[in-house]
């Protein structure tokens, strides 16, 4: 039996948030009780997705890779909430990606993952990082990919993107704890979105003979993950990473 979570009165900010899990995550926090900015470099997006949670949900538009964007998304946040508790770094470039041998990936291609999955986080999080220091605490939800632990093969540029993201959290995690500010990262396998369900025919049966739990991720499950890592039943955990994959990684 799953009990839900109750994050009322939780200020989040989702970013990447303007379809796909990102909108997912938005939806299921403010369905927890939390206050969610939803913010997107995509405006049109982002404000779908706060209509479609309603009052607990405002939009906003971020451009992850610069800076100023960032601080201006973080003060609108705390001034808008009066304070950010959780901030889920969900904004990266993954669909539409070209699988490629790593030494056929152009370089400006390289540049631009980088420059949204990693410096995007770092971004981010040193823009909430004043706010959750003031309040003495906070949590934040750094979105990675269980790629990190499978070497998918043609993809190295998403791939060394989420590990860069694993190993910037722990370090996070050590400069923050301090405060009170947990940094975790979540680790989905292949789940079922919209786009993997438009891009892949066999996307329900997709790897599934690689996993102990014979289906594949529904974003009900990656973003359950979510939850427990901005609740206080995760109080005492940080620096970790949940990978969420139906047990395919020790299989």
């Known amino acids: 039996m799953v009990s839900k979570i109750d994050l009322g009165g939780a200020r989040v900010i989702v970013t990447g948030a303007g379809g ?3 909108r997912a995550f938005a939806q299921a926090f403010a369905a927890a009780g939390a206050r969610v900015v939803a913010a997107d470099i995509n405006r049109a997006g982002a404000d779908e997705t706060a209509a479609m949670i309603g009052a607990a949900a405002v939009a906003a538009t971020v451009d992850v890779t610069d800076g100023g964007s960032c601080r201006d998304l973080a003060e609108a946040a705390t001034a808008e909430m009066g304070g950010i508790d959780v901030l889920v770094n969900n904004a990266a470039l993954y669909a539409g990606l070209q699988r490629r041998p790593f030494e056929e990936i ?3 291609v390289w540049d631009r993952v980088m420059a949204v999955n990693v410096k995007g986080v770092w971004q981010m999080s040193r823009a909430v990082a004043p706010s959750m220091r003031a309040a003495k605490g906070g949590s934040i939800v750094n979105v990675a990919s269980t790629t990190v632990f499978s070497g998918s093969p043609l993809w190295m540029h998403y791939v060394a993107s989420k590990g860069a993201v694993i190993a910037m959290s722990r370090t996070m995690a050590k400069e923050l704890g301090g405060d009170g500010i947990r940094v975790n990262v979540l680790a989905p396998g292949f789940t079922l979105t919209e786009a993997s369900l438009e891009l892949i025919d066999d996307a329900r049966t997709y ?3 690689r996993a102990a739990l014979k289906r594949n991720a529904e974003v ?12 206080g039943l995760s109080s005492f955990v940080t620096g970790q990473t949940l990978v969420i994959d139906g047990g395919k990684q020790f299989i």
């Open 207 to 209: 790897g599934v003979d």
């Open 220 to 231: 009900e499950d990656i973003t359950g993950g979510a939850l427990y890592l901005a609740s």
């Open 106 to 108: 152009e370089e400006a």
């Open 20 to 22: 796909g899990l990102g």
